[in-house]
């Protein structure tokens, strides 16, 4: 049996790295993919486009205008003199926002009245827009606490003085600058490896059935079991390589701290890549041809990454998708990463992520056998 192992080894490792664009191919893309996704995937909004029309002229709203200015969140790219002009740049994508401040801001202001500002917003980018005015209140709350300490200072500097403040000293845990990079760049290593294994399987199979070698290989002593661990254990090292070199892009270029096991990370890889890697063959034993897989892997690829929690928590998912997101090995892979990376958990917590990994691979992979057997007759 090994002997015979070992030839369908060989083989399949000469048909992969035979080509030089098929080694650069497999290692090449996914370290460029991680350091272009690690900066590119970002909750962080930054230099929002914005424009001003600013009707009231005063010294308290050009200070309120220099407070947007002054943001890292906000880029005042224009000033406008007609409400008309609001539409057309928001219509045009010029602008995501636009603050219009009314005659007689100031003079309310010292009247010690409530004086408002419309906030125009591109609201079809949902997020951007509620993260967008998330900070704009910020900015506009702050400006409205200090001018009125500011006015009760000038008018009763005692009451001023002996007002009572609410502090709240932040304290977080496990990512102290609430570094979006750090939640995402542990994603991502999950992401790349589930596209890499899951095309490289999907086309395995169904390739060597599609250019009429299967039947050759079938009428050699070889068991069907030992075809598929041969099939199998190339793209599992294959797999293992690519996700050593994008781990340590992510921990020694975006320098995301690995507080937890390398040994409990690798566990956790291992039985991703059985999982995967049974999805895999399973769609490649259902495919009749290379195109077919390939669509069909995509079909799975982009449902598994958007229920694994990568970019939105699944506590907000409808409460069927919540439960079908348990049949996703990505979904404990994920959790797996961010746990390992960020909190430094060990085996001791993250036991029901590797049982539920674990049995979606064994169960994967005996599908995939049964499943390979009855497409031979």
Request: hydrophobic residues 50%; positive net charge.
């Given at each position: 049996?090994?002997s015979?192992?070992?030839?369908?080894?060989?083989?399949?490792?000469?048909?992969?790295?035979?080509?030089?664009r098929?080694?650069?191919?497999?290692?090449?893309?996914?370290?460029?993919?991680?350091?272009?996704?690690?900066?590119?995937?970002?909750?962080?909004?930054?230099?929002?486009?914005?424009?001003?029309?600013?009707?009231?002229?005063?010294?308290?709203?050009?200070?309120?205008?220099?407070?947007?200015?002054?943001?890292?969140?906000?880029?005042?790219?224009y000033?406008?003199?007609?409400?008309r002009?609001v539409?057309d740049?928001?219509?045009?994508?010029?602008?995501?926002?636009?603050?219009?401040?009314?005659?007689?801001?100031?003079?309310?202001?010292?009247?010690?009245?409530?004086?408002?500002?419309?906030?125009?917003?591109?609201?079809?980018?949902?997020?951007?827009?509620?993260?967008?005015?998330?900070?704009?209140?910020?900015?506009?709350?702050?400006?409205?606490?200090?001018?009125?300490?500011?006015?009760?200072?000038?008018?009763?500097?005692?009451?001023?003085g002996?007002?009572?403040?609410?502090?709240?000293?932040?304290?977080?845990?496990?990512?102290?600058?609430?570094?979006?990079?750090?939640?995402?760049?542990?994603?991502?290593?999950?992401?790349?490896?589930?596209?890499?294994?899951?095309?490289?399987?999907?086309?395995?199979?169904?390739?060597?059935?599609?250019?009429?070698?299967?039947e050759?290989?079938?009428?050699?002593?070889?068991?069907?079991?030992?075809?598929?661990?041969?099939?199998?254990?190339p793209?599992?090292?294959?797999?293992?390589?690519?996700?050593?070199?994008?781990?340590?892009?992510?921990?020694?270029?975006?320098?995301?701290?690995?507080?937890?096991?390398v040994?409990?990370?690798?566990?956790?890889?291992?039985?991703?890549?059985?999982?995967?890697?049974?999805?895999g063959?399973?769609?490649s034993?259902?495919?009749?041809?290379?195109?077919?897989?390939?669509?069909?892997?995509f079909?799975?690829?982009?449902p598994?990454?958007?229920?694994?929690?990568?970019?939105?928590?699944i506590?907000?998912?409808?409460?069927?998708?919540?439960y079908?997101t348990?049949?996703?090995?990505?979904?404990?892979?994920?959790?797996?990463?961010?746990?390992?990376?960020?909190?430094?958990?060990?085996?001791?917590?993250?036991?029901?992520?590797?049982?539920?990994?674990?049995?979606?691979?064994?169960?994967?992979?005996?599908?995939?056998?049964?499943?390979?057997?009855?497409?031979?007759?």
């Open positions: 049996m090994l015979r192992l070992r030839h369908m080894l060989v083989k399949e490792f000469i048909q992969v790295l035979r080509d030089k098929t080694r650069f191919l497999l290692l090449g893309p996914p370290v460029i993919q991680m350091v272009v996704f690690g900066y590119a995937a970002t909750l962080e909004i930054k230099h929002v486009p914005m424009a001003v029309l600013d009707y009231d002229q005063s010294q308290a709203s050009r200070e309120l205008v220099s407070r947007f200015e002054g943001s890292r969140y906000f880029d005042v790219r000033r406008l003199t007609d409400r002009q539409a740049l928001i219509d045009r994508g010029e602008v995501t926002m636009a603050v219009e401040i009314d005659a007689g801001f100031a003079r309310l202001l010292g009247k010690g009245e409530t004086a408002h500002a419309q906030v125009i917003v591109d609201a079809s980018n949902s997020n951007t827009a509620l993260v967008g005015l998330g900070y704009l209140n910020e900015v506009a709350g702050s400006y409205a606490r200090e001018y009125q300490l500011a006015s009760l200072s000038r008018t009763a500097p005692l009451a001023a002996g007002l009572p403040t609410i502090v709240l000293d932040k304290r977080p845990w496990y990512n102290t600058d609430m570094s979006s990079q750090w939640f995402f760049v542990p994603g991502v290593i999950g992401n790349l490896m589930l596209v890499i294994v899951m095309t490289l399987t999907a086309v395995s199979v169904v390739r060597e059935r599609e250019i009429g070698t299967l050759q290989i079938m009428v050699t002593p070889i068991r069907r079991s030992e075809f598929i661990l041969g099939k199998t254990i793209f599992f090292l294959i797999g293992g390589l690519d996700a050593t070199l994008i781990s340590a892009v992510g921990t020694f270029w975006f320098k995301v701290p690995l507080r937890g096991s040994w409990v990370l690798a566990l956790g890889t291992v039985l991703f890549l059985l999982g995967a890697l049974g999805i063959l399973f769609i034993t259902v495919s009749a041809t290379q195109q077919q897989a390939m669509v069909t892997s079909f799975f690829i982009m598994a990454i958007i229920f694994s929690g990568f970019g939105s928590p506590s907000s998912m409808p409460t069927f998708l919540q079908l348990l049949l996703n090995p990505m979904r404990y892979f994920q959790t797996v990463l961010r746990s390992v990376y960020l909190k430094g958990v060990g085996i001791d917590v993250l036991w029901p992520q590797m049982a539920g990994m674990a049995a979606i691979g064994i169960f994967m992979l005996s599908v995939s056998v049964l499943r390979f057997h009855k497409s031979l007759e």
